[in-house]
Structure formats: structure tokens, C-alpha cells
């Protein structure tokens, strides 16, 4: 496997159901990022990991949670979610941005979450 | 707080056209600008990026984008079009010294023979 793997490619789900989604980079990177892209809107940043530390939350609902074990592997769990959950959620990495300089995001292709 | 702006939700194209995707930004200093593309299916990828230096960036693909700060714009360009070209393309600005990157809503790029 190469650069950034997301799985599930496909979920769907019933509102009381709790899932998974998992993300696995191969780049070496320290820093992990989930973002939810929903059709007709910018593209959202949920929250950013840095050497396995959770540095940002973007004001996201509780009934996501992140997990990150290790700085190649990161999950976002998913219980009791709403229709309007339905969305491309992306994973991406990069070098760690603790940093001053930018690092370029490398994405994978996403999962695509329909909660019914 | 930064934004963007991509006034062009669909852009259709004959395949060897030229191109022009807009995109307007909002940000109180210099910023970051990017340009990604996602084919359906796939994540995003990035085209080019403007951090300092020379205006006109070169990117992959045959793609170039032109940072006017005057007309706090910075507009994808590519002087002729392949069919392999279509897909959706986001702008993105991102403030100094910080990673985060703030996308507009994406332009898709249609293609016609």
C-alpha cells in the first residue's frame, strides 16, 4: 500500500448504529487531519493530530470521535449520528505542522458515510 | 479569518480549450494559496502552490495559477484541455505560520469532446 488508505470506500448506516471509519498513511508523516466534504459546501476540517496528540477540534459534535494510536493510523468513530451526517469524509497527512512552514496534505479518497 | 471564493460552480470546456477556473480570496496579509483537483472517486490532490516569490506558479499537469494581490485573486489556468482534465477543482488559502487551510466550495470541470 502506498501513500493514504481509508476504509471503508462505502458506509451506510441507521442512526443508532455505531461504526468505524479507519485511515492508514504510508508517508511517513507525524501529523493526521479528518475532514468532512458535503456536497455544495467548502470542505470542513474536523480535527488535526500532531505526534499522536489531538491539536485541534473544529467545533465538532461528540457523537464523532477521533482516535489516533499511532502517527500512521487514525479512526473516527461514529455512534447515533444524524441524516445530515451523511457526507465524503477524508483523511489526509503530512509532515507535522508544529512548525512554521507549511507542510503539503496528501489525501486519501475518502469514505462515503449515508446515514439513513 | 481567511476565505475564499469560487464564483464558477460548473464550467463546461471543449477539449483543447483553453482554461480558466477564478478564485478570490480574503486574508489580511500574504497568504498561502493552493489549487487541488479531485477526480470522482479519489481524494485530493495537489495541482500547485503559491507561498512566495515569482507570481506565476507552475504546476503539474500543465497548470499554472497567477497570485494578483491587487485583485486578491488567484486564477487556475491551462492553454489547452484534455479530456482526462475533468474533475473538480478547489481553491484554498492558508495563513502564515499556521497549517490549516481554508477551501472554497469547487468549480467542476466538464469536458466535451
Known amino acids: 500500500e502506498t501513500g493514504v488508505t481509508q476504509t471503508p470506500r462505502h458506509l451506510v448506516m441507521g442512526m443508532t448504529n455505531k461504526k468505524s471509519l479507519k485511515c492508514e498513511q504510508h508517508?511517513?508523516?507525524?501529523?493526521m487531519y479528518w475532514y468532512k466534504q458535503s456536497a455544495k459546501k467548502p470542505l470542513e476540517l474536523m480535527f488535526v493530530y500532531n505526534f499522536k496528540e489531538q491539536t485541534e477540534n473544529n467545533s465538532v459534535p461528540s457523537r464523532f470521535s477521533p482516535e489516533c494510536p499511532n502517527s500512521s493510523h487514525l479512526f473516527l468513530h461514529l455512534h447515533t449520528l444524524q441524516p445530515e451526517d451523511s457526507a465524503l469524509y477524508l483523511c489526509a497527512s503530512s509532515q507535522d505542522n508544529t512548525g512554521g512552514e507549511y507542510n503539503e496534505q496528501f489525501f486519501g479518497p475518502g469514505t462515503r458515510l449515508t446515514v439513513l | 479569518a481567511q476565505s475564499v471564493t469560487q464564483p464558477d460552480i460548473h464550467i463546461t470546456v471543449s477539449e483543447g480549450a483553453s482554461l480558466e477556473l477564478r478564485c478570490n480570496y480574503s486574508y489580511g496579509a500574504t497568504p498561502y494559496l493552493f489549487w487541488y483537483v479531485q477526480s470522482p472517486g479519489q481524494g485530493l490532490q495537489l495541482l500547485l502552490k503559491?507561498?512566495?516569490?515569482?507570481?506565476l506558479v507552475q504546476g503539474i499537469k500543465g497548470f499554472e495559477a497567477e497570485f494578483k494581490r491587487s485583485q486578491s485573486s488567484f486564477n487556475l489556468r491551462k492553454p489547452s484541455v484534455h479530456w482526462s482534465d475533468a474533475a473538480e477543482y478547489f481553491c484554498a488559502v492558508g495563513a502564515r505560520g499556521y497549517q490549516k487551510v481554508t477551501f472554497g466550495t469547487g468549480t467542476k470541470l466538464q469536458v466535451i469532446p
Open positions: 503559491y507561498f512566495s516569490g515569482d507570481t
Open positions: 508517508l511517513g508523516h507525524n501529523a
